[in-house]
């Protein structure tokens, strides 16, 4: 499985960005497509996450009400909306997708893709 993520940049505070990540390859049975980020000198965390087809979604307490994550399940595309950014939302930005058996779970990461908000 490859996950390719775009649409990092720089923008100001109070600006939007959309990351996309298309996921290809040996797809079967998605259980989780998601976001994390890592800002330097920090831990990854996870920002966002979307369960199965879409049926529930999860957020970071920092990024609720701002942003919002969205799936295309016939392109196996995540996106993220990022509006209202703030300094503390730079980072670079993880796309995750995991997928499994029941029994087992797999988990992939595309490479990452800088978020930087500055004025």
């Known amino acids: 499985v490859q996950l390719q993520a775009s649409g990092g940049g720089l923008v100001q505070p109070g600006g939007s960005l959309r990351l996309s990540c298309a996921a290809s390859g040996n797809i079967f049975s998605i259980e989780a497509m998601g976001w994390y980020r890592q800002a330097p000198g920090k831990q990854r965390e996870l920002v966002a996450t979307?369960?199965?087809?879409?049926?529930?979604?999860e957020y970071t307490d920092s990024v609720k009400g701002r942003f919002t994550i969205s799936r295309d399940n016939a392109k196996n595309t995540v996106y993220l909306q990022m509006s209202s950014l703030k300094f503390e939302d730079t980072a670079a930005y993880y796309c995750?997708?995991?997928?499994?058996?029941?029994?087992?779970?797999?988990?992939?990461w595309g490479q990452g893709t800088q978020v930087t908000v500055s004025s």
């Open positions: 995750n997708l995991v997928q499994g058996t029941g029994s087992v779970s797999y988990n992939y």
């Open positions: 979307i369960i199965g087809s879409g049926v529930s979604t």
